[in-house]
């Protein structure tokens, strides 16, 4: 049972180096998502897969690239890490697909620090 | 675009009391709404959800909510606060216009109990 699984849990990067934040689910959700959380400024949405080949950017998506690699899988590159992209990340599924209204499953968040 | 605005990023009621967070959204046709609710150092969980068919939704935990259209409000009540209750509460939208599957959360509101 284990719903949205994000890896790593924790990340320290310095300036200029690349990652990438991986995400699977195991719902046979359709909709994958992106969060960044930061302190008094809520969730913000980087990139967001409506559906097993499309993705579409969020409120927040310069620096960071995604790759909806099949229906369960939907990672999130950063290129070149910045200080600003210090942040806990969140990955979440929903059932999906356009028109349809369903709650968002959340992992447990990736805590990147960039030095 | 939708948004939502949460206002107070701070709440503190004294134990019994009655609890009432505030969010207010923007879009050009009634939307989706969400709260969800986020302990610490966990994901989030949803709450309850507004989808058109009734105005006032019931949740867990006894929390409800009321969609007012003419005020654009959603905002979440309890009517007796618990200890168990402390936590980050975000009000989402999804705008039914554009495409359902992406979801905007408002800034969060710490609901924080005194005993």
């Known amino acids: 049972n284990a719903g949205v699984t994000q890896t790593p849990k924790f990340q320290v990067l310095k300036t200029g180096q690349s990652m990438t934040l991986q995400c699977a689910q195991d719902?046979?959700?359709?909709?994958m998502y992106w969060y960044r959380q930061d302190p008094g400024m809520g969730l913000r949405l980087i990139y967001y897969s409506a559906s097993e080949g499309t993705t579409d950017k969020g409120e927040v998506p310069n620096g960071y690239n995604v790759s909806r690699l099949n229906k369960r899988e939907f990672s999130l590159r950063l290129e070149s890490a910045a200080p600003s992209q210090t942040s806990v990340y969140f990955c979440?599924?929903?059932?999906?697909?356009?028109?349809?209204?369903?709650?968002?499953?959340f992992g447990n968040g990736t805590r990147l620090t960039v030095t | 675009a939708q948004s939502v605005t949460q206002l107070g990023s701070h709440v503190s009621v004294s134990e019994g009391a009655l609890v009432l967070l505030r969010c207010n959204y923007s879009s050009s046709v009634p939307p989706y709404l969400f709260w969800y609710v986020q302990y610490p150092n966990q994901g989030l969980q949803l709450l309850l959800k507004?989808?058109?068919?009734?105005?006032l939704v019931k949740g867990i935990n006894g929390f409800e909510a009321e969609f007012k259209k003419s005020e654009t409000s959603f905002h979440l009540t309890k009517p007796s606060a618990h200890m168990s209750d402390a936590a980050e509460y975000f009000c989402a939208v999804s705008d039914r216009e554009s495409s359902a599957s992406k979801i905007i959360f408002g800034s969060g509101t710490r609901l924080s109990i005194r005993p």
């Open positions: 719902m046979n959700h359709n909709s």
């Open positions: 507004y989808t058109s068919a009734a105005t």
């Open positions: 979440a599924s929903s059932e999906g697909g356009s028109g349809i209204v369903s709650p968002l499953h």
